[in-house]
């Protein structure tokens, strides 16, 4: 009965025009950036590089597809969460706007089971957005610029990265990717639960993430205490493989963080759908 919940509930997802705009804008961004690097990339890079030239002499191709692929990254990620939650932020909200959550939970499944249904089809679509970003901006790429070297440039100075040890970095990179962008699919849906329209769960999800944000960038000692612990934090872990050494306890407590955040709105919206009315 789980699995057939579930299926219904990724129906339901693919049957919204909504869930297509997340992924028609998120394609029109990437082949907007793709095409104007191909354009003018070459004046963009140097004028990065200008202040290196001095001392390090860079030969062959430096734009290539996996230097593009981590531009997009680089430049998406934060924006991707909003087409997250503009899909999930409605799962169940959308349910008591229309007034079908009463015929839902006469269904013979468990309420928790109802919302483990919506948690996992929510990570599904977060899981399609996610291979979707993955296969424009690195694929694609690939075979819009070819392969090469990546320069990356961090807080530490200059990475240079072999075409050879980059694949699995930016496979690695994209499965942290995914399990930030499932926080958002997690936070919009237990929040969904506490309304009963759509908008309203959008709108939090979007103020909490600003919030946390402007939180995790302001240099205040009370706030760099709650900044371990906010998902925000973590959710640009992903930069961590593109770095060399890596540290690997960085990725992992990133990660756990993560999850625990994930287990917790998960609970969270549990115990608050157990306890909704739906008479009234």
Not at 3 to 11: D, G, M, P, R, S
Not at 146 to 175: H, M, P, Q, T, Y
């Amino acid at each position: 009965m789980l699995y057939k919940n579930i299926y219904n509930e990724f129906i339901k997802i693919l049957n919204k025009p909504r869930s297509y705009i997340g992924i028609g804008v998120l394609t029109v961004l990437i082949l907007t950036i793709e095409f104007a690097l191909k354009l003018d990339g070459n004046s963009i890079l140097s004028f990065v590089t200008s202040s290196f030239e001095q001392t390090l002499n860079f030969s062959g191709k430096i734009l290539n597809g996996n230097l593009v692929a981590f531009i997009i990254i680089q430049m998406l990620i934060v924006h991707v969460p909003l087409l997250i939650a503009l899909v999930t932020g409605d799962l169940v909200s959308g349910e008591a706007a229309m007034g079908t959550i009463r015929m839902l939970v006469t269904k013979p499944i468990s309420r928790a089971n109802i919302i483990l249904s919506k948690f996992i089809a929510g990570g599904a679509y977060t899981l399609l957005i996610t291979l979707w970003m993955g296969l424009l901006s690195f694929y694609f790429s690939g075979w819009l610029f070819g392969k090469g070297d990546v320069i990356v440039l961090n807080s530490d100075g200059l990475v240079i990265l072999k075409e050879a040890d980059v694949a699995w970095r930016f496979l690695s990179a994209f499965c942290v990717s995914f399990l930030s962008l499932l926080t958002i699919s997690s936070l919009s849906i237990c929040l969904s639960v506490f309304s009963d329209n759509s908008i309203g769960p959008i709108v939090s999800t979007m103020a909490i993430i600003i919030l946390f944000t402007i939180i995790g960038s302001i240099d205040i000692s009370a706030f760099n205490l709650l900044k371990p612990y906010l998902f925000t934090t973590h959710m640009a872990s992903w930069r961590s493989f593109f770095n060399q050494p890596i540290i690997t306890s960085d990725i992992i407590e990133s990660i756990l963080v993560l999850i625990i955040h994930n287990v917790l709105f998960f609970a969270i919206a549990v115990l608050k759908f157990n306890q909704k009315d739906i008479k009234s």
